[in-house]
């Protein structure tokens, strides 16, 4: 099947945003009338990878791509899309209001002296529709088609321009099991076609079924590449997180005795979307983490314990009541906080004060009668909180804009801390925070969790969620996928983590049987 | 460390700047006071700056209802209407005999209400601010006229026409009123937990709302506010013309009580703003009326100079955000 000149080459492939490096010196081969799959943890650089393929990024000078053995110009995603790469991105870029044939054609309208001529164009989509085998013809609204319908006009978009390489960057993640089977089945046409497809997934039972070949990348580096009958989950998860755990990840609290004492207990909470049915349990001074990929529920769980969002099923018990909020504002004087993973939209008043943003939540508490502001108590939490959190602000007067990010999680935290919680759960604490204000952020938890708290830690980094967790859930697809514990001489390895989340089965204690095996019964 | 001396270079950059912009309209006041005075001789006395006073003191009223609103990112175009018909209502029933005082809180209650109501479409029913109160500009203009039966309602012998006419100690009761309501819109927003939560809900209202802050009762009180302050403007624009009508007064009032707020520096967006911006937003549009008529300036001109002052100050409010863009 693979000829000698690969469709795609990409050689030597670095970039750097600002002080990071977010590849460095990436080489792939992907040959025409193959499916070369891309995997890697959150943040390994595929997606970065793919942007530098179709143009959206420019890589650092030195790299090179070429299709079907000739280089092509870089940056410039115009130029790449004519040279024949189509990239499909998760969140597709159809626009609902138009018919099939006018998104195949967006930008590209044929026209005769500048009016556009629909009947060429539902004439020439109409082919590639039925080449595809699709249900739908060219003159559909896209607005009354499904995701797994509108993810198919994409790849009848490339197919429009006689892509040679066509890119999908985890296409399954919102489609049924059934739409799931119909684009393989379109996959396997475009590798009859001889083109070069590039499928990036977390799902393995999908880089089984679907893999000529899988490559590996991590922390932005390329690690290898696995030929078919050498691709095995074991190897593939072990590529993926090989990596030292450094020491500064703090963790001298014990869950042990206390743990046995229950504060939080969630029982059976869904949103039927993005969380279904979720249970479990965290004790006085333990810190639970919870690890997942992107999109695994794992925000929304947390948001739906919060009250943040409305469940449709599930109840919250703290210290034995039912207290299953409706509201953010119910939660919090129930003493469970939430620390939000994107503090600079969801947290912070970035033209407000520090003092206003600490005191926030507790300010109505704290009021004089008539709603009148407590001035003076204000100050005090405000100056007590950047002193005990060594938050670093020229005064409590500055506004939270003005610093830094690490700062800037630390105000919120104080903002939490400050309303007196029994339950803390921190959805990616240290996202975007620079090595110094994370180990202070470990000290902190650690520290809150010695004290008595119990704590819910949702992370993308595994290293972080071993390093500090006394146990470990796995989320995937809105489930529960499992549990990771450290035992007496073994500490929570990233491997079983990585397993649980991407439905490996190499992990410990798993409860969802392997969909692989569902597939193949169809 | 170094993270530290940028941070508090950029916070007194941050707080030169707010500075700035909070003045920042005041030399503009002073030098159009100063050009008129120049040019017509006649600007600066006291009885013509009585005469300004009177005449900003019912969009300064506006304006303060309105900054409430603008400062959790919405928007009020209603005021005019609303001013409208609780001045109808507030004449109608000062021809009571006997009960003419009455009046006052009648047309009052009728702003508050008509507040309320866009409060509850806004708060609860989450609709769009710019769509709700463009309806009721449209629908309490309708229901201005029904009250007066679309003519002009007359009350020569009105009680409050002191409000609107009279003086305390030299000073008109209209500029009185009108710094008390600054005095209490200050207050409101400096003093007490509603205001912050009124910044809080500007800033950013979906952090407001994981913050625990009762988002909707913020967004009814500030709409209920506006309305209130538009029925007091209906109340003293019947005390200074002993007179309603519906279909007339107020007519395009929003537009002077937006351009005032934001003239007085607060933003579009919400969240930023101060209530001292709106009031000497609101005089710079008086002073710039009454100085055109004083020199002269035909009333066609006056309308484009008015214009071309508001295109202007969305201008400002452009530049502020764009200058204050964060990291």
Same mark, same amino acid.
């Given at each position: 099947?693979?000829?000698?000149?690969?469709?795609?080459?990409?050689?030597?492939?670095?970039?750097?945003?600002?002080?990071?490096?977010?590849?460095?010196?990436?080489?792939?081969?992907?040959?025409?009338?193959?499916?070369?799959?891309?995997?890697?943890?959150?943040?390994?650089?595929?997606?970065?990878?793919?942007?530098?393929?179709?143009?959206?990024?420019?890589?650092?000078?030195?790299?090179?791509?070429?299709?079907?053995?000739?280089?092509?110009?870089?940056?410039?995603?115009?130029?790449?899309?004519?040279?024949?790469?189509?990239?499909?991105?998760?969140?597709?870029?159809?626009?609902?209001?138009?018919?099939?044939?006018?998104?195949?054609?967006?930008?590209?309208?044929?026209?005769?002296?500048?009016?556009?001529?629909?009947?060429?164009?539902?004439?020439?989509?109409?082919?590639?529709?039925?080449?595809?085998?699709?249900?739908?013809?060219?003159?559909?609204?896209?607005?009354?088609?499904?995701?797994?319908?509108?993810?198919?006009?994409?790849?009848?978009?490339?197919?429009?321009?006689?892509?040679?390489?066509?890119?999908?960057?985890?296409?399954?993640?919102?489609?049924?099991?059934?739409?799931?089977?119909?684009?393989?089945?379109?996959?396997?046409?475009?590798?009859?076609?001889?083109?070069?497809?590039?499928?990036?997934?977390?799902?393995?039972?999908?880089?089984?079924?679907?893999?000529?070949?899988?490559?590996?990348?991590?922390?932005?580096?390329?690690?290898?590449?696995?030929?078919?009958?050498?691709?095995?989950?074991?190897?593939?998860?072990?590529?993926?997180?090989?990596? %030292?755990?450094?020491?500064?990840?703090?963790?001298?609290?014990?869950?042990?005795?206390?743990?046995?004492?229950?504060?939080?207990?969630?029982?059976?909470?869904?949103?039927?979307?993005?969380?279904?049915?979720?249970?479990?349990?965290?004790?006085?001074?333990?810190?639970?983490?919870?690890?997942?990929?992107?999109?695994?529920?794992?925000?929304?769980?947390?948001?739906?314990?919060?009250?943040?969002?409305?469940?449709?099923?599930?109840?919250?018990?703290?210290?034995?009541? %039912?207290?299953?909020?409706?509201?953010?504002?119910?939660?919090?004087?129930?003493?469970?906080?939430?620390?939000?993973?994107?503090?600079?939209?969801?947290?912070?008043?970035?033209?407000?004060?520090?003092?206003?943003?600490?005191?926030?939540?507790?300010?109505?508490?704290?009021?004089?009668?008539?709603?009148?502001?407590?001035?003076?108590?204000?100050?005090?939490?405000?100056?007590?909180?950047?002193?005990?959190?060594?938050?670093?602000?020229?005064?409590?007067?500055?506004?939270?804009?003005?610093?830094?990010?690490?700062?800037?999680?630390?105000?919120?935290?104080?903002?939490?801390?400050?309303?007196?919680?029994?339950?803390?759960?921190?959805?990616?604490?240290?996202?975007?925070?620079?090595?110094?204000?994370?180990?202070?952020?470990?000290?902190?938890?650690?520290?809150?969790?010695?004290?008595?708290?119990?704590?819910?830690?949702?992370?993308?980094?595994?290293?972080?969620?071993?390093?500090?967790?006394?146990?470990?859930?796995?989320?995937?697809?809105?489930?529960?996928?499992?549990?990771?514990?450290?035992?007496?001489?073994?500490?929570?390895?990233?491997?079983?983590?990585?397993?649980?989340?991407?439905?490996?089965?190499?992990?410990?204690?798993?409860?969802?049987?392997?969909?692989?095996?569902?597939?193949?019964?169809? | 460390?170094?993270?530290?001396?940028?941070?508090?270079?950029?916070?007194?950059?941050?707080?030169?700047?707010?500075?700035?912009?909070?003045?920042?309209?005041?030399?503009?006041?002073?030098?159009?006071?100063?050009?008129?005075?120049?040019?017509?001789?006649?600007?600066?006395?006291?009885?013509?700056?009585?005469?300004?006073?009177?005449?900003?003191?019912?969009?300064?009223?506006?304006?303060?209802?309105?900054?409430?609103?603008?400062?959790?990112?919405?928007?009020?175009?209603?005021?005019?209407?609303?001013?409208?018909?609780?001045?109808?209502?507030? @004449?109608?029933?000062?021809?009571? %005999?006997?009960?003419?005082?009455?009046?006052?809180?009648?047309?009052?209650?009728?702003?508050?209400?008509?507040?309320?109501?866009?409060?509850?479409?806004?708060?609860?029913?989450?609709?769009?601010?710019?769509?709700?109160?463009?309806?009721?500009?449209?629908?309490?203009?309708?229901?201005?006229?029904?009250?007066?039966?679309?003519?002009?309602?007359?009350?020569?012998?009105?009680?409050?026409?002191?409000?609107?006419?009279?003086?305390?100690?030299?000073?008109?009761?209209?500029?009185?009123?009108?710094?008390?309501?600054?005095?209490?819109?200050?207050?409101?927003?400096?003093?007490?937990?509603?205001?912050?939560?009124?910044?809080?809900?500007?800033?950013?209202?979906?952090?407001?709302?994981?913050?625990?802050?009762?988002?909707?009762?913020?967004?009814?009180?500030?709409?209920?506010?506006?309305?209130?302050?538009?029925?007091?403007?209906?109340?003293?624009?019947?005390?200074?013309?002993?007179?309603?009508?519906?279909?007339?007064?107020?007519?395009?009032?929003?537009?002077?009580?937006?351009?005032?707020?934001?003239?007085?520096?607060?933003?579009?967006?919400?969240?930023?703003?101060?209530?001292?911006?709106?009031?000497?937003?609101?005089?710079?549009?008086?002073?710039?009326?009454?100085?055109?008529?004083?020199?002269?300036?035909?009333?066609?001109?006056?309308?484009?100079?008015?214009?071309? @002052?508001?295109?202007?100050?969305?201008?400002?409010?452009?530049?502020?955000?764009?200058?204050?863009?964060?990291?």
């Amino acid at each position: 099947m693979t000829d000698d000149v690969p469709m795609l080459e990409m050689r030597n492939i670095s970039k750097t945003f600002g002080t990071i490096k977010a590849l460095q010196d990436v080489s792939l081969r992907a040959y025409g009338g193959e499916v070369h799959s891309l995997m890697g943890e959150n943040g390994a650089g595929k997606s970065t990878l793919m942007k530098v393929l179709s143009g959206a990024h420019a890589p650092d000078a030195g790299g090179e791509v070429l299709v079907d053995g000739a280089p092509i110009p870089l940056g410039d995603p115009k130029l790449s899309k004519a040279r024949g790469v189509a990239v499909i991105y998760q969140e597709l870029t159809l626009a609902p209001n138009l018919t099939v044939a006018q998104n195949v054609f967006l930008g590209a309208e044929p026209h005769r002296g500048g009016i556009v001529s629909r009947r060429e164009m539902l004439e020439r989509t109409q082919p590639i529709l039925d080449r595809l085998g699709v249900t739908f013809d060219a003159g559909t609204k896209v607005s009354r088609l499904s995701l797994g319908e509108r993810q198919l006009v994409e790849i009848a978009r490339a197919m429009s321009t006689d892509a040679k390489i066509i890119v999908m960057d985890e296409p399954t993640t919102s489609l049924s099991e059934r739409e799931t089977d119909k684009l393989f089945q379109v996959i396997a046409g475009l590798k009859r076609d001889g083109i070069a497809v590039v499928y990036i997934s977390h799902r393995m039972d999908e880089i089984y079924q679907l893999s000529d070949r899988c490559s590996v990348l991590r922390d932005g580096a390329f690690v290898g590449t696995l030929e078919k009958d050498e691709i095995e989950a074991d190897r593939l998860v072990s590529m993926m997180v090989g990596r %030292d755990l450094s020491s500064f990840y703090k963790k001298e609290h014990v869950a042990e005795g206390d743990a046995q004492q229950r504060v939080l207990r969630v029982e059976d909470i869904g949103d039927g979307v993005k969380v279904r049915g979720c249970s479990f349990e965290v004790g006085r001074g333990e810190v639970l983490g919870i690890a997942g990929l992107v999109g695994s529920g794992r925000t929304e769980l947390l948001r739906l314990i919060y009250g943040a969002d409305s469940a449709s099923s599930g109840r919250v018990w703290l210290d034995g009541e %039912d207290v299953t909020p409706r509201s953010p504002r119910d939660a919090l004087r129930h003493g469970i906080a939430y620390l939000t993973e994107d503090r600079k939209e969801l947290g912070l008043f970035l033209d407000m004060t520090l003092s206003d943003n600490i005191n926030m939540a507790v300010a109505e508490g704290d009021a004089r009668a008539g709603g009148l502001r407590n001035f003076r108590t204000a100050a005090r939490r405000a100056r007590s909180a950047l002193d005990s959190l060594s938050i670093r602000a020229p005064s409590a007067r500055a506004n939270a804009g003005s610093l830094s990010g690490g700062n800037q999680q630390k105000v919120l935290l104080a903002r939490l801390l400050e309303a007196q919680p029994k339950v803390l759960m921190l959805d990616e604490p240290t996202r975007g925070v620079d090595v110094g204000a994370k180990s202070e952020i470990y000290r902190l938890i650690d520290e809150l969790a010695r004290s008595g708290l119990a704590i819910v830690v949702v992370s993308s980094e595994l290293p972080e969620i071993i390093g500090i967790s006394d146990r470990c859930l796995v989320m995937r697809e809105g489930k529960i996928a499992g549990e990771v514990s450290a035992a007496p001489g073994r500490s929570i390895e990233q491997t079983d983590i990585m397993a649980l989340s991407t439905g490996a089965q190499a992990g410990t204690r798993t409860e969802t049987p392997p969909k692989i095996a569902e597939k193949e019964g169809l | 460390m170094t993270d530290d001396t940028t941070s508090s270079s950029g916070s007194k950059r941050a707080a030169l700047r707010t500075s700035i912009m909070a003045l920042g309209m005041l030399p503009v006041l002073i030098l159009l006071a100063i050009g008129f005075e120049v040019l017509s001789g006649k600007f600066l006395t006291v009885n013509n700056i009585s005469i300004v006073m009177q005449q900003a003191s019912i969009n300064i009223v506006l304006a303060a209802g309105m900054t409430f609103v603008i400062l959790t990112g919405g928007i009020d175009l209603s005021v005019g209407s609303i001013l409208a018909a609780s001045a109808v209502g507030a @004449v109608t029933v000062s021809l009571l %005999d006997g009960y003419g005082m009455v009046g006052i809180p009648v047309g009052l209650a009728l702003g508050l209400a008509f507040g309320l109501v866009n409060g509850v479409l806004i708060a609860f029913l989450k609709l769009p601010p710019f769509i709700v109160t463009l309806g009721s500009l449209t629908a309490v203009r309708g229901v201005a006229r029904l009250m007066g039966n679309d003519t002009t309602v007359f009350n020569s012998d009105l009680p409050f026409a002191f409000l609107g006419n009279g003086d305390f100690l030299g000073v008109p009761w209209l500029a009185i009123i009108a710094l008390a309501v600054i005095l209490l819109s200050w207050f409101i927003l400096r003093a007490t937990i509603l205001g912050t939560w009124i910044y809080a809900v500007g800033g950013n209202q979906e952090a407001a709302r994981l913050t625990g802050i009762k988002v909707s009762l913020v967004l009814l009180f500030v709409y209920g506010f506006s309305g209130l302050m538009s029925g007091l403007g209906g109340v003293m624009s019947s005390a200074r013309l002993y007179a309603a009508n519906g279909l007339q007064l107020g007519q395009a009032y929003e537009l002077d009580a937006i351009a005032a707020v934001i003239l007085g520096g607060t933003s579009l967006i919400g969240g930023i703003g101060s209530i001292w911006g709106t009031l000497i937003g609101a005089l710079i549009i008086a002073v710039l009326s009454n100085g055109l008529i004083l020199t002269g300036v035909s009333d066609i001109w006056q309308y484009i100079i008015k214009g071309l @002052v508001i295109i202007g100050a969305v201008a400002l409010d452009r530049y502020r955000i764009k200058s204050g863009a964060r990291t």
